[in-house]
């Protein structure tokens, strides 16, 4: 059997175990989680120790330090991962929740209800614990997973892969629910980004090379994000003692993640009172200001800006700050270098508030607040699978909701069309 | 300039109108839409007679009675159109639309906020009314949209499409917010289809070879829709006073249409008692039976159906008859032939009704009503701009809410993320 022959007959068996999760009872899917997480921590011991195999042939093949910072599992990361699996047996099964129901003229009942998508593929790279929180997330929302890791944490997915269709297993569900793709082959992945009608859905977790590529390949759905140029608005109005610290939060709390600031704006008539303090602060934490020239018209110090500077997701405790002339020039900004990921304005101003919120073309947008908060966990998602700036069926965060779809249903009681 | 740098050109100005679109508010698209309605009524006259060209031209070339049928534009189909207009006029505007707020632990008001896609593209075949609803539908919705209809309707395409810019124009709106593509090169279609980036969501709107195309060709995400293979399930608690009325109504009210009834499958413990006055019904309406050998113990007159008959949508007055065993039965026979568009369960039973409603795989299940009304109009959407049976995104009818996408919103007093 050639190798696609294989997915084929991989992604029909999930195809199968697909209609068989969609019907499964919230109590079944909760406990096979629980039996997971009770596997994972039995097992622990065995998990790292396979993983260190990964991690030392990463070291001998040179990666990278980070590289090998998130394929590393230790004992407290098998425990996160057996937590992770309890925070989501907690959280309510959206599958067959009814919703927006009205009723029609002739007495009809017209509702949703969601429903699974069928067969979800996640292709992520080096950190391993993506198999269990994925296929948790799937599992629960009902649908099939197959699950593609990067080659470098093979034989940490593996054993994962294992020890996950024990516990479908043990659970009475559909071990063809949960596969993990052992040939980690280019082509093999290609093939399943075309694989319609045996896919419904792509998301892959991780850089921008992998993104990319999964962008130029697929034909199936795919739900991604490229990155995270976030912006903060400094309006004429906006109250200057909630501006600081929300900046310095957006910036500093945490620089490598998506949500975090990357460039400044402030409105001019605000500028003057507000940049000199705000670049004693941030000097203070350690960031570098890179600075437009009427910014540096306010502070001489630092670094001018360049064109690049704009788009720049630095990820890294550096800021660029721009001055406009009004909200605005503030919105054509965003238009224009924003990656539709999370935009902050800071006012007292209803209107700008208002248009701010319409305006901006972002997954989030928020108003008086750090972009921090664009994360599935602090927007009450209660778990995320990752998250959106393509438009269709999801934007922003995604979670269990995010991995069903909602059909119409219709309760009558003998109704014809007339 | 090549023909694709031309669509290049004109979809980068889309893009440019549909930042303005999203902006305008209600009264502004309303104005529009009214001021497109009045000019469709004054120069009804012209519109007709250039449609009499597209005809003339389609029956020299031989062309079916029925696609002249679709093609023809009289007084009263122009008529329909501004009316159609007015009732978009008096739908609720979707954008901006506040919803599923909730509050965080730390104060901050979450909620998502309904925004515009961008920019739609509908692909559609000889019917000239497309442009004009299509156009009011994404246009009251914030979305610019490109029109690509079929050849044999080019003359009238392009006068309404000339009509739809004078009306943008003097409602102060950007012209290049609808836009009908003249060319209709087949190799244009296949580069608007691989425009990612540059269009949002295409819909086809045609027969079988178009949406196949389509899906075929398409790297932009779409929504489709290929055909109604729709069922009604009798079952061995249906109340047999509404099973007959719903039948003859999901068959005979309209057989031409895909949320038409194609099958019917009888419990066997109903078949004695139900079949042989549904036979004498149905065969006064003139509906020709084809049965299973179970039907035909009762029913001997009828045809024997063939293996080909449970696939088929006939869009006649034709009717599939098919005994199985129990509700299970029939749940295997529609996820084995379904199309994943309409399914309905006659039923007094209350677990019955709950598992078909849950386990039935279509975008509208309903409980002993007619499956003519999986419609957006009788599902209380308004307006339709198609349906989906495609699960990402939307399901089922799509109305001015599906043409939008959920931003987050977080309405903050200065929060931080610890």
């Known amino acids: ?6 997915l084929d007959k991989m992604l ?4 199968q ?12 899917k909760n406990e096979t989680l629980q039996i997971l997480a ?19 042939k990463a070291t001998q093949a040179g990666q990278s330090a980070a590289l090998i910072d998130r394929l590393t599992l230790t004992p407290a990361g098998v425990e ?12 309510p099964d959206p599958v067959g929740e009814i919703h927006d129901m009205t009723t029609r003229p002739n007495g009809l009942r017209v509702a949703r209800m969601r429903a699974p998508l069928g067969v979800i593929g996640i292709i992520y790279e080096s950190r391993p614990n993506v198999a269990v929180d994925a296929f948790a997330l799937c599992a629960k929302s009902g649908n099939a997973v197959v699950l593609r890791g990067g080659s470098e944490a093979a034989q940490s997915n593996q054993i994962l892969g294992r020890i996950i269709s024990e516990a479908l297993e043990k659970g009475g569900l559909p071990v063809a629910a949960a596969q993990v793709l052992s040939n980690t082959d280019r082509e093999l992945v290609k093939h399943l980004l075309r694989a319609r009608g045996l896919v419904d859905l792509v998301i892959p977790r991780g850089g921008e ?14 739900i991604l994000h490229y990155k995270g140029v976030c912006h903060v608005f400094v309006d004429k109005d906006a109250d200057l003692e909630k501006a600081l610290p929300i900046i310095v939060n957006a910036k500093v709390q945490r620089p490598g993640v998506c949500n975090a600031l990357e460039t400044l704006l402030v409105h001019r008539n605000a500028a003057d009172e507000f940049l000199p303090p705000m670049a004693e602060e941030l000097k203070e934490k350690g960031v570098e200001l890179r600075g437009c020239e009427k910014t540096r018209a306010i502070l001489p110090d630092i670094k001018a800006t360049e064109e690049s500077d704009w788009d720049a997701e630095y990820l890294d405790l550096i800021l660029a700050v721009r001055v406009v002339d009004d909200l605005d020039g503030a919105l054509r900004h965003i238009a224009r270098h924003g990656s539709g990921h999370t935009e902050s304005i800071i006012t007292e101003n209803y209107t700008s508030a208002g248009r701010f919120l319409r305006e901006a073309d972002a997954s989030c947008v928020l108003v008086n607040a750090s972009t921090r908060f664009n994360d599935g966990g602090e927007l009450g998602l209660g778990a995320e699978i990752g998250i ?28 014809v069309r007339q």
């Open 12 to 15: 029909q068996a999930a195809r």
């Open 388 to 415: 959106s700036t393509t438009k269709l069926h999801a934007f922003g965060p995604m979670g269990l909701r995010e991995l069903t779809t909602n059909k119409f249903i219709v309760l009558g009681s003998g109704q």
């Open 17 to 28: 175990a697909a209609v068989a999760l969609a019907k499964a009872e919230t109590p079944q």
């Open 1 to 6: 059997m050639s190798k696609k022959e294989m």
């Open 80 to 91: 996160s991962m057996a937590k992770a699996l309890e925070h989501i047996i907690g959280l």
């Open 38 to 56: 009770g596997m994972l921590r039995e097992r622990a011991g065995e998990i790292v120790a396979v993983n260190a195999k990964d991690v030392q």
């Open 209 to 222: 090379r992998l993104i990319r590529f999964v962008d130029e390949n697929a034909t199936v759905p795919i």
